[in-house]
Protein backbone atom coordinates (compact mmCIF):
# COMPACT_ATOMS: atom_id res chain seq x y z
CA UNK A 1 0.00 0.00 0.00
CA UNK A 2 1.50 3.44 -1.17
CA UNK A 3 2.00 6.18 1.27
CA UNK A 4 -0.86 8.37 0.20
CA UNK A 5 -3.26 5.76 0.54
CA UNK A 6 -2.12 4.43 4.20
CA UNK A 7 -2.27 8.11 5.10
CA UNK A 8 -5.36 8.64 3.38
CA UNK A 9 -7.27 5.62 5.21
CA UNK A 10 -5.33 6.49 8.71
CA UNK A 11 -6.99 10.06 8.38
CA UNK A 12 -10.39 8.44 7.20
CA UNK A 13 -10.47 6.09 10.31
CA UNK A 14 -9.46 9.16 12.67
CA UNK A 15 -12.41 11.07 11.38
CA UNK A 16 -14.37 8.54 12.09
CA UNK A 17 -13.44 7.92 15.72
CA UNK A 18 -13.37 11.63 16.00
CA UNK A 19 -17.15 11.71 14.64
CA UNK A 20 -18.40 9.13 17.17
CA UNK A 21 -17.02 11.39 19.76
CA UNK A 22 -19.30 14.81 19.19
CA UNK A 23 -22.53 12.10 19.68
CA UNK A 24 -22.66 12.76 23.32
CA UNK A 25 -22.05 17.04 22.71
CA UNK A 26 -24.89 16.82 20.11
CA UNK A 27 -27.11 15.51 22.85
CA UNK A 28 -26.38 17.54 25.80
CA UNK A 29 -26.23 21.31 23.56
CA UNK A 30 -29.79 21.21 24.22
CA UNK A 31 -29.45 21.38 28.04
CA UNK A 32 -26.57 24.76 27.44
CA UNK A 33 -28.08 28.40 28.24
CA UNK A 34 -28.72 30.51 25.02
CA UNK A 35 -29.64 33.75 24.46
CA UNK A 36 -31.43 36.41 27.03
CA UNK A 37 -29.88 33.81 29.22
CA UNK A 38 -26.27 34.17 28.69
CA UNK A 39 -26.59 37.93 27.38
CA UNK A 40 -28.01 38.74 30.83
CA UNK A 41 -24.71 36.77 32.25
CA UNK A 42 -22.68 38.77 30.19
CA UNK A 43 -23.44 42.33 30.89
CA UNK A 44 -23.35 41.42 34.22
CA UNK A 45 -19.91 40.28 34.13
CA UNK A 46 -19.16 43.46 31.70
CA UNK A 47 -20.46 46.05 34.38
CA UNK A 48 -18.43 44.21 36.61
CA UNK A 49 -15.15 44.18 35.11
CA UNK A 50 -15.74 47.43 34.06
CA UNK A 51 -15.78 48.88 37.54
CA UNK A 52 -12.86 46.59 38.56
CA UNK A 53 -10.58 47.75 36.21
CA UNK A 54 -12.05 51.78 35.74
CA UNK A 55 -12.84 51.33 32.27
CA UNK A 56 -16.21 52.74 29.98
CA UNK A 57 -18.25 51.22 27.54
CA UNK A 58 -16.23 53.15 25.17
CA UNK A 59 -13.43 51.36 26.31
CA UNK A 60 -14.66 47.85 26.28
CA UNK A 61 -15.28 47.83 22.24
CA UNK A 62 -11.72 49.26 22.01
CA UNK A 63 -9.36 46.29 21.63
CA UNK A 64 -6.22 48.54 22.57
CA UNK A 65 -7.63 48.81 25.99
CA UNK A 66 -8.74 45.04 26.35
CA UNK A 67 -5.08 44.38 25.66
CA UNK A 68 -3.70 47.26 28.27
CA UNK A 69 -6.31 45.96 30.88
CA UNK A 70 -5.07 42.03 30.01
CA UNK A 71 -5.42 40.21 33.66
CA UNK A 72 -2.34 39.31 34.63
CA UNK A 73 -2.52 38.44 38.88
CA UNK A 74 -4.45 36.17 41.08
CA UNK A 75 -5.62 40.07 42.68
CA UNK A 76 -7.31 41.40 40.19
CA UNK A 77 -8.92 38.18 38.70
CA UNK A 78 -10.09 37.86 42.15
CA UNK A 79 -12.02 41.12 42.03
CA UNK A 80 -13.88 39.23 38.78
CA UNK A 81 -14.05 35.51 39.82
CA UNK A 82 -15.06 34.27 42.82
CA UNK A 83 -11.53 32.30 43.43
CA UNK A 84 -11.77 30.26 46.68
CA UNK A 85 -7.99 30.32 48.58
CA UNK A 86 -6.74 27.07 46.69
CA UNK A 87 -7.47 28.88 43.73
CA UNK A 88 -5.61 31.74 44.53
CA UNK A 89 -2.68 29.76 46.12
CA UNK A 90 -2.83 27.19 42.49
CA UNK A 91 -2.55 30.59 40.18
CA UNK A 92 0.03 31.93 42.01
CA UNK A 93 2.13 29.14 42.19
CA UNK A 94 1.59 27.98 38.61
CA UNK A 95 2.23 31.52 37.12
CA UNK A 96 5.77 31.13 38.33
CA UNK A 97 6.00 28.75 35.87
CA UNK A 98 3.71 29.55 33.46
CA UNK A 99 2.37 33.16 32.29
CA UNK A 100 -1.10 33.38 31.70
CA UNK A 101 -3.16 36.11 30.76
CA UNK A 102 -7.17 36.80 30.48
CA UNK A 103 -8.40 40.08 28.10
CA UNK A 104 -11.25 41.51 30.03
CA UNK A 105 -13.90 40.60 27.03
CA UNK A 106 -12.66 36.79 27.72
CA UNK A 107 -13.26 36.81 31.42
CA UNK A 108 -16.39 37.99 30.85
CA UNK A 109 -17.60 34.89 29.18
CA UNK A 110 -16.61 32.83 32.80
CA UNK A 111 -19.20 31.81 35.08
CA UNK A 112 -17.87 33.73 38.49
CA UNK A 113 -19.13 30.66 40.15
CA UNK A 114 -18.66 27.88 38.65
CA UNK A 115 -15.01 26.57 39.28
CA UNK A 116 -15.68 23.94 36.17
CA UNK A 117 -17.19 26.49 33.07
CA UNK A 118 -15.83 25.16 30.42
CA UNK A 119 -14.11 29.04 29.31
CA UNK A 120 -12.67 28.86 32.72
CA UNK A 121 -11.06 25.86 32.94
CA UNK A 122 -9.69 26.92 29.32
CA UNK A 123 -8.57 30.07 30.19
CA UNK A 124 -6.84 29.14 33.25
CA UNK A 125 -4.06 27.34 34.26
CA UNK A 126 -4.28 23.95 36.12
CA UNK A 127 -2.71 22.17 38.98
CA UNK A 128 -2.90 19.41 36.44
CA UNK A 129 -0.75 21.06 33.98
CA UNK A 130 2.17 21.16 36.87
CA UNK A 131 1.22 17.70 38.04
CA UNK A 132 1.19 15.80 34.38
CA UNK A 133 4.12 17.84 32.99
CA UNK A 134 4.09 15.87 29.82
CA UNK A 135 2.64 15.29 26.84
CA UNK A 136 3.10 14.44 22.97
CA UNK A 137 4.11 16.05 20.04
CA UNK A 138 1.15 15.36 17.89
CA UNK A 139 -1.64 13.96 20.37
CA UNK A 140 -4.39 14.11 17.63
CA UNK A 141 -2.21 12.72 15.12
CA UNK A 142 -2.06 15.27 12.86
CA UNK A 143 0.44 13.95 10.72
CA UNK A 144 -1.58 11.35 8.65
CA UNK A 145 -4.35 14.15 8.37
CA UNK A 146 -2.35 16.73 6.79
CA UNK A 147 -2.27 16.98 3.32
CA UNK A 148 -0.25 20.18 3.14
CA UNK A 149 2.22 22.75 5.29
CA UNK A 150 -0.89 24.89 6.62
CA UNK A 151 -3.39 22.45 6.26
CA UNK A 152 -5.20 19.94 8.07
CA UNK A 153 -8.20 17.64 7.01
CA UNK A 154 -9.60 16.18 10.60
CA UNK A 155 -12.67 15.26 8.87
CA UNK A 156 -13.53 14.26 5.14
CA UNK A 157 -16.08 17.61 5.04
CA UNK A 158 -13.79 20.03 6.39
CA UNK A 159 -10.28 21.58 7.04
CA UNK A 160 -8.31 24.07 9.32
CA UNK A 161 -6.26 26.42 7.61
CA UNK A 162 -3.15 27.41 10.19
CA UNK A 163 -2.64 30.80 9.73
CA UNK A 164 0.21 30.82 12.03
CA UNK A 165 3.02 27.51 13.46
Do not use: C
Amino acid sequence: MSNQKRSRQISLQRASELSKKTHGFLKARTSFPIGMEMQTAFDKAKKRILQVLNGTEENWDDWHWQLDNTIKDTETLSKILNLSDEDKYVLNRLSKKYRWAISPYYASLMDPDDHYDPIRLIGLPSIAEEVYDQGEDDPMGEEYTNPAGAITRRYPDRLIINVTN
